[in-house]
């Protein structure tokens, strides 16, 4: 592990850029937000390839509004109307997404500064969150461990709160499998491990319907080109303009399980996603336009990234048919996501 100093927030601390080098692949992690900056693996000619986007300078990270590489937290995706009821309590939240509720709020785990200190083969991020901060109850203590063995990037979350809470915690790293910065998503070939998604409304708030896909566009259950579909007269990826969908995973929560496989026909590289949890959040990148200029002057544009956020369903404290989220005081909230890269000629 090592570390650098990547910036200085405005208040004089302290922002690290912490790398991390398995020998095959390498990555780099920044104590503000959690990010992932950088992930770097071989490509079937054993070049190394930068598959996720991020940016030079703290200051743009500050200003960038798209979550890129962050932790995200208490309650990863959106909340309707901003509130919650738990144990018979009304619970408002901050809005930050129109009436919405969206990762965390306006000052979410993708704002903070986190504390890191080194584990093997990797790194240990901490971070306490207060009773009440953005809405949520409970003083919240959360780990999160970073960790790279070959082209496996880890990722282990853990929280306890004092009190009943909800707590949803993911990343939005956004992958580009061709290079960060170079070009479209669109032909990477996708395959998700579900059958059924969580059924939005026109402003992107789970229903409480579980649609199954088969005969939709929402079909990954075998390899599928991104963009072949995307362009069809489907009432959910107009209200999203593309895809921003929760997949209702067939594993078991809790164990580790596929979750999603995704592969770049020009540079060969496949990136794998396991899980311990119920749902994925697939996101193609509709509204990257509009965000800083990226790591070495490259362009973020519209379609140039997709997201792969593992996570329980958005917006479940308010459809009791989705598996919940609470919290309970003293209870350990433990679960794994695992990105695994390869390459093939």
């Known amino acids: 592990m090592k570390r650098a100093l990547f910036g200085i927030m405005p208040d004089g601390r302290d922002v690290e850029c912490i790398t991390l080098d398995s020998g ?17 693996v071989p490509d079937r000619d054993g070049k190394a390839t930068d598959i996720v986007l991020g940016f030079d300078t703290l200051e743009d990270y500050c200003r960038q509004d798209k979550f890129i590489g962050a932790l995200i937290g208490r309650y990863a995706n959106r909340i309707g109307g901003s509130r919650f009821t738990l144990n018979g309590a009304d619970y408002p939240l901050r809005a930050n997404e129109g009436l919405n509720h969206l990762h965390g709020g306006l000052s979410g785990f993708d704002k903070k500064l986190w504390a890191a200190e080194e584990i093997l083969n990797g790194v240990r ?48 790293a956004y992958f580009n499998l061709g290079g960060h910065g170079n070009g479209s998503i669109l032909d990477h070939v996708l395959q998700l491990h579900g059958s059924q998604y969580t059924v939005v409304d026109s402003a992107s708030i789970a229903t409480g319907e579980l649609a199954d ?26 209200f999203t303009s593309g895809y921003d969908h ?62 792969l956020e593992t996570q329980f369903y958005p917006d479940s404290p308010h459809h009791l048919n989705f598996p919940q989220a609470v919290l309970r005081a003293g209870e350990a909230w433990k679960h ?9 000629g």
Not at 24 to 40: D, N
Not at 140 to 158: F, G, P
Not at 267 to 292: H, K
Request: with cysteine.
């Open 336 to 344: 794994t996501t695992i990105f695994s890269a390869s390459a093939k």
């Open 24 to 40: 095959v692949a390498r990555c780099s992690i920044l104590t503000y937000g959690g990010a992932l900056a950088a992930l770097e």
């Open 125 to 172: 991020l901490s971070l306490t969150s207060p009773n009440l901060e953005e809405g949520y109850p409970g003083t919240l203590k959360v780990n999160v461990d970073y960790t790279l063995a070959e082209a496996a990037l880890t990722i282990r979350y853990r929280a306890v709160s004092d009190t009943d809470t909800i707590c949803n915690l993911t990343n939005h």
């Open 213 to 238: 896909v088969a005969g939709t566009p929402m079909d990954f259950r075998t390899p599928t080109p991104i963009g072949v579909r995307m362009d069809d007269d489907f009432e959910q990826i107009h």
């Open 246 to 307: 929760n997949w209702v995973l067939s594993g078991k929560t809790g164990v580790l399980h596929p979750a999603a496989e995704v592969s770049n026909p020009r540079t060969g590289i496949t990136l794998r996603v396991e899980t311990t949890l119920p749902g994925i959040q697939f996101y193609s990148g509709n509204f990257l336009d509009g965000c800083p200029t990226g790591k070495g002057g490259a362009h973020y544009g519209k379609y140039g990234a997709f997201c």
